[in-house]
T-cell receptor
Framework: GQNIDQPTEMTATEGAIVQINCTYQ??????LFWYQQHAGEAPTFLSY??LDGLEEKGRFSSFLSRSKGYSYLLLKELQMKDSASYLC??????????WGAGTKLIIKP | IAGITQAPTSQILAAGRRMTLRCTQD?????MYWYRQDLGLGLRLIHY???????GKGEVPDGYSVSRANTDDFPLTLASAVPSQTSVYFC???????????FGEGSRLTVL
């Protein structure tokens, strides 16, 4: 079967750095995506990785290792507005997105 | 209309009733999707359409039907609602072949 694993919840302090991990087992791989979802709102696209390595976009970075079936989202200089759920999704061999259950990130002052 | 519009925003429905969730976009994206989101589970694809006139089944299609008569509209119909269909439903769009989805604000459906 296909499976995406992420921690259910994480807590971090304002101004700090947090890393959210995602491991996957899917039938084929055509890219990994991270989305942000604030409570009661729709998901919004954050990042896309298809090759191994680190993609940096401002305070957010995303890393991929295809051989390990592993990705992480790194958030730097945390702000209170970063409190949200972070969804990991993998596009499989049929070009369909398989979604993890999401990691709820709680930022404390 | 700006982006993706879903209606209704929220609905309480008696079991056995028929219900259509509406989704309209003005982004000219060719692909459209319906997902449901339940606590503790990832987004699950119900149905999708890669282009007007075609539709396909996702992971959890039973009890749902869709149509795609034109580029902009992609309604989701529950023929006879059951309590297990209580969920938040998201419509999303993209250009075919990309994984960057744009989501509507969601429709919260409660079936009693």
């Amino acid at each position: 079967g296909q499976n995406i694993d992420q921690p259910t919840e994480m807590t971090a302090t304002e101004g700090a750095i947090v890393q959210i991990n995602c491991t996957y087992q899917t039938s084929g791989f055509n890219g990994l995506f991270w989305y942000q979802q604030h409570a009661g709102e729709a998901p919004t696209f954050l990042s896309y990785n298809v090759l191994d390595g680190l993609e940096e976009k401002g305070r957010f970075s995303s890393f991929l290792s295809r051989s390990k079936g592993y990705s992480y989202l790194l958030l730097k200089e945390l702000q209170m507005k970063d409190s949200a759920s972070y969804l990991c999704a993998v596009r499989d061999s049929n070009y369909q997105l398989i979604w993890g259950a999401g990691t709820k990130l709680i930022i404390k002052p | 209309i700006a982006g993706i519009t879903q209606a209704p925003t929220s609905q309480i429905l008696a079991a056995g009733r028929r219900m259509t969730l509406r989704c309209t976009q003005d982004m000219r994206h060719n692909a459209m999707y319906w997902y449901r989101q339940d606590l503790g589970l990832g987004l699950r694809l119900i149905h999708y359409s890669n282009t007007a006139g075609t539709t396909g089944k996702g992971e959890v299609p039973d009890g749902y039907s869709v149509s795609r008569a034109n580029t902009d509209d992609f309604p989701l119909t529950l023929a006879s609602a059951v309590p297990s269909q209580t969920s938040v439903y998201f419509c999303a769009t993209s250009f075919t072949g990309t994984g960057e989805l744009f989501f509507g604000e969601g429709s919260r459906l409660t079936v009693l």
